[in-house]
């Protein structure tokens, strides 16, 4: 159910076996892991996109055997791929 205050914003009633809140590369992650552990999960961000700091981060890599010389912007990439492929993922 959705409630519109007079302030503008919406107030939902959600009732997930998990919520993040935090859509950077740690909520990404920790949201899939309890999504694969069979939770239906709520994945909650300020931002119009998910991905955090790390959607600007062209400079450096994440020093990772499984992310080795991309970048954060290219982990993000991989990571919102992941979290739209999820059916146990909603994202607000």
Request: charged fraction near 15%; aromatic fraction near 8%; glycine fraction near 10%.
């Amino acid at each position: 159910a959705t409630a519109t205050h007079d302030t503008g914003y919406e107030h939902l009633y959600l009732h997930p076996d998990v919520t993040v809140v935090g859509g950077g590369v740690s909520g990404m992650s920790a949201a899939l892991e309890a999504a694969s552990a069979g939770a239906e999960v709520a994945l909650i961000d300020e931002q119009p996109e998910l991905g955090g700091q790390a959607r600007w981060d062209y400079a450096c890599s994440f020093a990772s055997q499984n992310y080795e010389n991309r970048t954060g912007a290219d982990i993000t990439a991989l990571f919102r791929q992941a979290v739209a492929a999820e059916e146990n993922i909603t994202v607000y």
